[in-house]
């Protein structure tokens, strides 16, 4: 055998590229976000709509906080034997891929935080949100979502009131850009009530969230005294989407991907046709509603979907005034999981309901899909207003936010982070 040839002196070296996993910094993670935030849009004002609290990685903290013995000892009992995080939860962990393998490792947090002050999850939201370019950051839970499912009211209730606690108490008070929407166990009415006047003055609650992954009719007047309550608070009530592959609709779909396209966009489609089509825009002409992680293409076919049966049988819907594309020109839709692969169709449906001021920026992070708010400035089609509203100022709207800046520089975090810039 021949002797290898010896490499010339200028051949250019071979570098070992770290990898990106779940114990990876959230600042090197998103370095080419944060990198994208000082070439494009470091003087925007941004809040994030939706990113996820991971409040399963914390899950022993919450089951800490419920109220009712029985149901604490019997959590932490699960916590500490069989059931770990999942403890009285009603997911089902087999059928979570959203890892894609474990080829994306990211949304598991639980990178290092060593050195440094207060709760782990709080710092690396604050990673998070200055290597994005955020000012502000609104927090939902992850693996709560599906709640409004389980078979036992008691369970959401006990867990919505241990999640509050926990929210406002340990994960937003250390840091005001961190928001939270206040968890409502909407399987039970009053105690929705009883919170909603709870928290009513907590300054880091800027609006009520309903999963909306359940079956509840959202027109049933046992929400009446909920909403006008809400309603009268001036926040907002978000319904955020979420997937269930045990929804016998999607029991036939064999892929996650095929799932997780279609339920996202199932539960709120429901919502928002039993909202407009039983006129409680009319019983409720001042409550902010807000639809959140649907994606935006199902907006302009419901809006024709609707306003087409409703001319044919108006008879059906007596309490609306106007066609339901009208009232859903008045709702509020957050961006992501943003559909971009036909850009003259995207474009299409932000005109249908008037996204320069109805459409807010969400990330979604850390999960999977997230997006970053490059998604909303390289638009080709927006203008430079529409796309500084998107991105915060119609959240500060909405939320009622100051828009003075809040972030460091995106050049500063690029020097502060870890790894090579």
């Avoid at 850009?177 to 300054?203: F, H, I």
């Avoid at 609709?249 to 997780?260: D, E, I, T, V």
């Avoid at 509603?289 to 024709?304: D, H, K, N, T, Y």
Wanted: contains cysteine.
């Amino acid at each position: 055998m021949s002797d290898l040839p010896t490499p010339r002196s200028d051949a250019p070296r071979i570098r070992e590229l770290a990898e990106i996993g779940g114990r990876s910094d959230t600042r090197d993670v998103l370095a080419h976000a944060t990198k994208q935030a000082r070439d494009d849009y470091d003087d925007y004002f941004i809040v994030d709509i939706d990113a996820h609290v991971s409040e399963d990685h914390f899950w022993g903290e919450v089951l800490s906080l419920i109220d009712n013995d029985v149901w604490r000892d019997l959590g932490m009992s699960q916590y500490a034997g069989f059931a770990g995080n999942n403890a009285l939860l009603n997911i089902q962990p087999g059928m979570s891929q959203q890892s894609v393998g474990g080829r994306i490792g990211h949304q598991g947090r639980k990178e290092p935080t060593d050195g440094t002050e207060g709760h782990p999850f709080v710092t690396a939201a604050r990673r998070g949100m200055d290597a994005m370019g955020l000012d502000y950051q609104v927090v939902f839970p992850s693996a709560m979502l599906l709640l409004g499912m389980h078979p036992q009211d008691e369970v959401e209730v006990v867990l919505g009131r241990a999640f509050n606690r926990w929210l406002t108490e340990v994960i937003l008070p250390p840091n005001p850009r961190l928001k939270g929407m206040l968890y409502l166990p909407y399987n039970t009415p009053e105690v929705c009530e009883e919170l909603v006047e709870k928290y009513a003055d907590d300054p880091g609650i800027i609006g009520y969230t309903v999963c909306s992954t359940r079956n509840n009719p959202v027109h049933s007047d046992v929400y009446t005294r909920l909403y006008k309550l809400i309603e009268d608070s001036g926040k907002p009530l978000a319904f955020h989407s979420g997937y269930h592959w045990g929804d016998p609709s999607f029991a036939q779909l064999n892929r996650f991907l095929s799932m997780h396209a279609l339920s996202f966009t199932h539960y709120n489609q429901i919502h928002v046709t039993n909202w407009i089509i039983n006129a409680m825009p009319e019983r409720f002409p001042k409550l902010k509603m807000v639809w959140v992680e649907s994606g935006l293409a199902w907006i302009p076919f419901l809006m024709q979907r609707l306003d087409h049966e409703v001319l044919m049988r108006p008879s059906e819907a007596p309490g609306l005034k106007r066609l339901p594309s009208e009232y859903m020109k008045e709702m509020w839709y957050t961006t992501q999981p943003m559909e971009r692969t036909n850009m003259e169709l995207l474009e299409a449906t932000m005109k249908s309901f008037n996204a320069e001021t109805q459409l807010l920026y969400s990330s979604d992070w850390p999960h999977w899909d997230w997006d970053a708010p490059s998604t909303i400035t390289r638009l080709p089609f927006l203008s430079e207003q529409a796309k500084r509203n998107i991105l915060g100022l119609n959240a500060a709207r909405v939320f009622n936010l100051p828009t003075d800046r809040q972030k460091p520089s995106a050049e500063r975090v690029l020097q502060e982070r870890p790894g090579i810039s």
